[in-house]
């Protein structure tokens, strides 16, 4: 069984399953979203086929295949996962299947365009987790724009192509610079093979232009402050579909990328300038939760706090690089570990609750928190689910929110307790920003007739929202198989990290 | 003059034959044959394809002293010169039959046309340069003309025309100074001969001209005027046409004259074509922006495009060489495809070459949508479509040519640049059509299935792009 090419088949399977979905046709909305149903379970089930194969002893790529692409480049088709990828891609499938289920009755226009981008998109993703070449990876990486692309402009809201355009535009911007940082390396090593091009011995000139090269790239995906300012616009105007997958999976694959190339290629200049992405990272954790208090739109307020969120990602990332210069390995592992852990929370927390603001637009077709109140009244399920998901995204200990954030800012605090105590301002600002909205939108008494006459989620809704809870609670009392998955690959990368380059 | 000679010059000689052939035909057959016409040319097409390849030499051969040369550069441009032709004669005859635009004259030129090109890529001499560019661009001119009661036809001929006579006149004039430096006319003469003339400045005065005459062809900035007009000027099915094959006639005269014949001055001329490269990236993608009209827009994208063919004509390496015959085939199959979907979209009295024209088009035809989302992409250099490979391989040239600021140049146009193409498909699937008529796509079944497999070719070949590049890269590694 482990000889089998698991990851080619997880990523072929979904990208050559939206060819089928495609042909159902406009007319066959149910065959089209049976059969997209059925290709994320196939792909989910693919997924969950490697797990007894996957050793979480070690930190090398498992599952690996490589076949050479293109001769004249020396360019392969190479992919392989270690724990890290290996939890993102999990994320990835479990997400997909569940933003499936989530769009059965939400999307009533061209189902079948909708279904298949979205299992296109669920391809790329996997291949950018999986790509072990950096060609391979820059083609995943950008190609996944034009699903999302298509998502949020067909189905969005009103502004939706000023969003999509945004949203593309942007990324691009940030990710071209990258392919000159990376030919720049090919041309110095004669391959794409990342663990070659992690290898290379850089003087500080080529690294400092390459991390930033790579850090404009990446922190456009993130989004960190300051290009962090295209993510409302495309998270208020997606499709409630394509808002979990942005916030839950593509946010990660930007840290997932820093993880992957700016940290091990470029060490010494991620060392020299990590007190620029600390603080940047400790902008987005208070400014942005700042920000998102004042939020009048509920998607808008998600989103601001996935940015905040995601500022402790990167906070746990860089703060590696004051741990090991005060030779503290233990802690730099711990906040390593942290932000990945953080990483996978948000991803479910984040997704499970833009699935709440779905359930409610789906009802009333507005995503304005004044033009709720008293959910708890008419729809109780939804509003146990939907507080549930907010205690989760304050940082309640028992939920996931809770594990990361204190990782990071243990770690935080053993490298200098001051920025422990900026970092943990997040969880008042956070409990601030989340708890009001709970108290407008589901305490209080229903502010008109239509409020009134919801219908509380049916069976499709809390399926969805209970497999999220799950996950939230799971890995909030028992961390222990994600942290162990994570455990190897962290070791090592915290190794290299400590190695200088010149 | 041997039958050695003759031979070797087989594909040219036949496809010279068969036009005269056709034009007696079409002159004396009257309207009924028109379409035997059609069929007679594309077979033609084929006949010389298979000619070209049969000629195919593991070591470049010269004939008639030198001035014609087949190597697998000519063959490689002359085969993708004859596929577009062919693709344009598929998509371009519903179209001329429609609007009684006289079929025939537009199959012969076009083939004389191809036959000018042919000739280009393989001279080896400055007279067979000059003769090549000439009969590319009199059947050109010609061709634009063609709708001869439209005024804007005949306005973007004229522009064309006086242009070109004064572009060919300086490359003319280049020539001569090339010529009095050198004492030759013969490109290796003249390689073998540059670095020892104490006529060296007027060499690289004629260097200058020269590089003009190129720009032109090319339509790269600042020569770029007459491309827009002539563009937007044209029916549909000739600017189709000016579109794909002469880029790849230019890039074969280009590598001829500069890679071959002046190889000794390339610290000259790799300078001049980086300038030039930043004056098309720049024009090419911001002008692109403000049009309205797809094929003036499309214009100005062509400009854009060639600008990125030149990072990797002044890299002046034999891979940059490779990368931007590659760019120029790409650039010619995206090219093709575009106007393919404007002339399916087209019928009488209704061109389709507003952007607005395609409002909405996901919803009428999502096939087709389809294939011009894949173009446009492709165009912009998202991956995994083909393009994006091309614009990868010219970056690449430029990096390894140590001009690093030429391919950072080129990374902020493609930014700029895909800024209008996500425009058109921003206006394709984000947009309701403009009015609930029905859009009535072409019945021509060929049309339809060419059409679908020029566009998809885009990406399947964007996934297994290995060999195209391996065959570029034989014409000038060995």
């Known amino acids: 069984m482990t000889h089998w090419p698991f990851l080619s088949l997880l990523i072929w399977v979904s990208i050559l399953g939206a060819v089928p979905v495609l042909l159902a046709g406009d007319r066959r909305p149910r065959l089209a979203r049976w059969l997209a149903l059925l290709v994320a379970l196939l792909t989910l089930a693919i997924n969950l086929a490697m797990l007894p194969g996957f050793s979480d002893a070690t930190a090398a790529m498992q599952f690996t295949e490589s076949h050479l692409w293109i001769r004249a480049l020396n360019v392969h088709y190479a992919l392989g996962v270690d724990g890290i990828a290996m939890a993102l891609i999990l994320l990835t499938t479990i997400t997909t299947v569940l933003v499936i289920i989530g769009a059965w009755e939400a999307i009533k226009t061209r189902v079948h365009q909708y279904m298949a981008a979205m299992l296109i998109l669920q391809g790329f993703m996997i291949g950018v987790f999986a790509a072990t070449d950096a060609l391979l990876f820059y083609v995943f990486f950008e190609a996944q724009l034009i699903p999302m692309f298509i998502l949020i402009g067909v189905w969005g809201g009103p502004r939706r192509v000023y969003a999509s355009i945004k949203f593309f535009l942007y990324t691009f911007l940030g990710s071209i610079f990258m392919l000159v940082g990376l030919i720049y390396l090919y041309s110095r090593a004669g391959t794409f093979d990342i663990a070659a091009l992690q290898a290379l011995p850089l003087g500080m000139d080529a690294q400092t232009w390459l991390f930033f090269a790579f850090l404009l790239a990446f922190a456009v995906k993130i989004p960190m402050v300051p290009v962090h300012t295209w993510l409302p616009d495309a998270h208020v105007e997606a499709p409630t579909g394509g808002s979990v997958v942005l916030a839950a999976v593509m946010l990660k694959i930007g840290a997932y990328g820093l993880i992957r190339f700016a940290l091990p290629i470029t060490p010494d200049a991620a060392q020299h300038y990590a007190w620029l992405v600390i603080g940047l990272s400790l902008i987005a954790v208070i400014y942005i939760g700042f920000v998102a208090l004042v939020q009048e739109d509920m998607k808008k307020l998600v989103a601001y706090s996935s940015i905040a969120h995601m500022g402790f990602v990167t906070l746990g990332l860089f703060i590696v690089f004051m741990l090991i210069r005060s030779q503290q390995g233990d802690a730099a592992e711990l906040g390593m570990q942290g932000a990945m852990v953080q990483m996978i929370s948000h991803g479910f927390v984040s997704g499970a609750l833009f699935s709440c603001i779905g359930v409610m637009y789906d009802r009333m077709h507005t995503r304005q928190i004044k033009d709720y109140g008293g959910l708890a009244k008419v729809m109780p399920w939804f509003a146990a689910f939907m507080v549930f998901f907010a205690m989760a995204n304050v940082g309640l200990p028992g939920t996931s929110g809770f594990v990361g954030e204190f990782m990071v800012i243990l770690a935080s605090f053993a490298a200098n307790p001051w920025l422990a105590l900026l970092a943990a301002f997040t969880l008042v600002i956070g409990a601030g920003y989340t708890l009001w909205l709970v108290k407008r939108v589901v305490w209080g008494e229903p502010p008109n007739a239509h409020v009134a006459a919801m219908p509380d989620i049916n069976a499709r809704e809390a399926l969805v929202l209970a497999v999220f809870a799950a996950f939230v609670l799971a890995i909030g009392i028992w961390p222990e198989p994600l942290v162990r998955m994570l455990d190897a690959p962290v070791g090592q990368l915290v190794q290299t990290l400590g190695h200088s380059k010149l | ?116 090109i042919m000739l280009l890529v393989s001279a080896g001499n400055l007279v067979m340069v000059y003769l090549g560019v000439e009969l590319v661009t009199l059947s050109s001119y010609a061709l634009v003309a063609l709708d001869r009661d439209s005024p804007r036809s005949t306005e973007a001929a004229m522009k064309y025309f006086v242009l070109g006579a004064l572009a060919s006149g300086l490359l003319l004039y280049g020539m001569s100074m090339l010529y009095g430096a050198t004492g030759t006319l013969d490109l290796t003469g003249i390689a073998s001969t540059l670095p020892f003339t104490p006529h060296h400045t007027l060499a690289v005065f004629g260097l200058v001209f020269l590089i003009t005459g190129i720009a032109f062809k090319f339509g790269a900035a600042p020569f770029h005027m007459w491309l827009p007009d002539v563009y937007e000027g044209s029916p549909t099915p000739v600017t189709a046409f000016v579109a794909s094959a002469p880029k790849l006639a230019a890039v074969g005269m280009a590598l001829r004259l500069l890679d071959l014949g002046l190889m000794p001055l390339a610290p000259y001329w790799r300078e001049m074509l980086a300038v030039l490269a930043v004056a098309s990236l720049a024009i090419g993608s911001l002008v692109a922006i403000v049009q309205t009209n797809l094929k003036r827009m499309l214009a100005y994208s062509t400009i854009g495009h060639m600008g990125f063919l030149f990072l990797g004509l002044s890299a002046g390496t034999a891979f940059g060489n490779a990368a931007a015959v590659f760019y120029a085939i790409v650039y010619t199959l995206m090219s093709t495809a575009a106007f393919g979907v404007i002339l399916a979209l087209s019928r009488a009295g209704f061109e389709a070459d507003k952007i607005d024209d395609l409002r909405g088009l996901n919803q009428r035809s999502p096939w087709f949508a389809g294939m011009m989302a894949l173009v446009m992409f492709s165009f912009g250099g998202v991956p995994p479509l083909l393009g994006f490979f091309a614009k990868l391989l010219v970056l690449q040239a430029a990096i390894e040519a140590h001009m690093l600021w030429l391919a950072i140049v080129g990374a902020v146009a493609a930014i700029i640049s895909l800024f209008y193409y996500l425009r058109v498909v921003k206006v394709m699937y984000f947009d309701k059509p403009a009015d609930d008529s029905t859009l009535s796509i072409s019945s021509d079944a060929s049309l339809r299935w060419v059409l679908s497999l020029n566009a998809l070719s885009l990406l399947v070949l964007g996934v297994f792009w290995g060999p195209l590049l391996d065959w570029c890269m034989r014409a000038f590694v060995g």
Request: aromatic share 10%.
């Open chain 2, 1 to 116: 003059m041997s039958w050695n000679d003759v031979v070797t010059l087989l594909p040219e000689l036949y496809l010279t034959g068969a036009i005269c052939v056709l034009l007696l035909l079409d002159a004396f057959s009257g309207a009924r044959h028109r379409a035997a016409v059609h069929w007679l040319s594309m077979l033609v097409l084929v006949v010389t394809a298979l000619l070209v390849v049969a000629g195919h030499h593991t070591n470049p051969v010269t004939a008639f002293n030198g001035m014609y040369i087949s190597d697998t550069l000519a063959e490689i441009l002359k085969l993708f010169a004859l596929l577009s032709v062919a693709l344009v004669f598929v998509y371009g005859e519903s179209y001329l039959c429609e609007r009684k635009v006289a079929i025939g004259e537009f199959h012969t030129l076009m083939l004389f046309g191809l036959l000018g």
